[in-house]
């Protein structure tokens, strides 16, 4: 098929679905006046009933927290596809620890790169400790510190040599800190459902609103979470760079 | 003015649509797909929305006034969420791709052998 | 709805046909850490803050790095695909 046919072919079916968003969108209320009687009803309970001041961690995490259960494990899922289909090849890598991305433009990285990054490493690090601690408490959470988290040692990776990034952020360590975040997520549930609770149940004490201990079961997950995020990105970021030596095949 | 987040929403998801047919290179065509998951956010964002209303970050605010619904907050995380699992794993398979036939021009790659 | 949100709204349609208009992939993954930032004022905007620091981390970090890095790859395996025909 020609291009130009294509780009028709293109146009006559975008014109369709246009028309079929207009004939959806014209049926909704408008945007802003939409009602929501289950999110008032969820903002009403959440502070006197579990103790937790942020509204959509409280529901993420505690009030559906299965449903974040399956996201944690697509997250999980993902990063296993991509080490798989980037680990694929021939022959094993022999001998050092190779880069196989170095087409960056800075072979030894500037002076200016280099104190840019140990100034920013420790921050970057303290930051995301704060941001996952700080979950129930204040808008952030387990994903979004475990994110934060995971760019320091890319800061490092940019600022140094590619052995150094592995030194620090070894294949082993990483792969088990990533699948003991995951398993964290449902030893705490199952630990919920053999202390007579149902599955993530609240059952831990819900402390006192405002405080790192509230939210019972909350700060535990977000910290499984925390640490699984950062491990997979790592992880990702790895694959990427087609570092997964084998211990054996050195 | 009201209806003005639905028909972004709507835009970008045709716009998308357009840069996946008329991509010429792997990794412009996986972008594209990022666009068009970015106009269900948008779409989310309008259906929580409440006009007026603060967020429902009761830390500094008292507990229990009328705030923006929080439930559709969660969706929206969970579509980010996923929104990185599918690029990871199209950018992994567009980088296969081209170590198979040396090109990301999706006119020029071969059809599927058996 | 304020002006702020009308015109961020506006703007946002602006950058998601910016990132699909930038043809070649590097470039495009500059637009892109725009276009992720665009939309997480936009969600700062409808008083969303989690989500738009969700979207800080992933669409302004996360995507672009693994975007340059298969963009990397992919030119290192060009080298060794063009020598080895």
Known sequence: ?250 | MNFLPYLVSAWLFLIGLYGVVTSRNLVHLCICVGVIQSSSYVLLLAIGYRIGRPAPIFIDIKPGTPAVDPVVQALMLTDIVVEVTVMALLLALAVQIHKRNGTLDPNQLHAIKG | MTPLQIFILLFVAAGGTGVVLTRDPASQAIVVSFYGFLLSILFFVFQAPDVALSQIVVGAVALPLMILLALARVKKQQREYDKGR
């Open chain 1, 1 to 250: 098929m020609t291009k130009a046919a294509r780009k028709i072919l293109f146009l006559i079916s975008a014109l369709l679905l246009a028309c079929v968003f207009w004939l959806g969108y014209s049926q909704m209320p408008p945007a802003g006046f939409v009602p929501s009687t289950y999110g008032d009803r969820v903002n009403q309970i959440v502070v006197p009933q579990r103790h937790i001041t942020d509204a959509v961690t409280a529901v993420n995490f505690d009030i559906r927290g299965f449903d974040t259960l399956g996201e944690e494990f697509i997250l999980f899922t993902s990063v296993m596809g991509v080490v798989l289909l980037m680990r694929w090849r021939k022959e094993p890598i022999r001998g050092d620890h190779e880069d196989k991305a170095e087409d960056r433009r800075v072979p030894p990285p500037s002076d200016a790169v280099r104190v840019a990054s140990v100034l920013l490493v420790p921050a970057t690090v303290l930051f995301g400790v704060y941001m996952v601690t700080h979950g129930q408490l204040t808008p952030g959470g387990g994903f979004q510190g475990g994110v934060i988290l995971a760019t320091a040692p890319l800061l490092l990776y940019l600022a140094g040599t590619f052995g150094q990034f592995h030194q620090v952020a070894p294949l082993r360590m990483v792969a088990f800190a990533e699948a003991a975040g995951a398993a964290t997520y449902i030893f705490i549930g199952g630990a919920c459902l053999a202390l007579g609770g149902s599955f993530l149940q609240n059952l831990l004490p819900l402390g006192q609103i405002g405080s790192l201990t509230s939210g019972g079961i909350v700060p535990l997950i977000d910290l499984g979470v925390g640490l699984e995020v950062c491990g997979g990105i790592v992880l990702a970021l790895l694959a990427f760079l087609e570092e997964l030596v084998e211990e054996k095949e050195e």
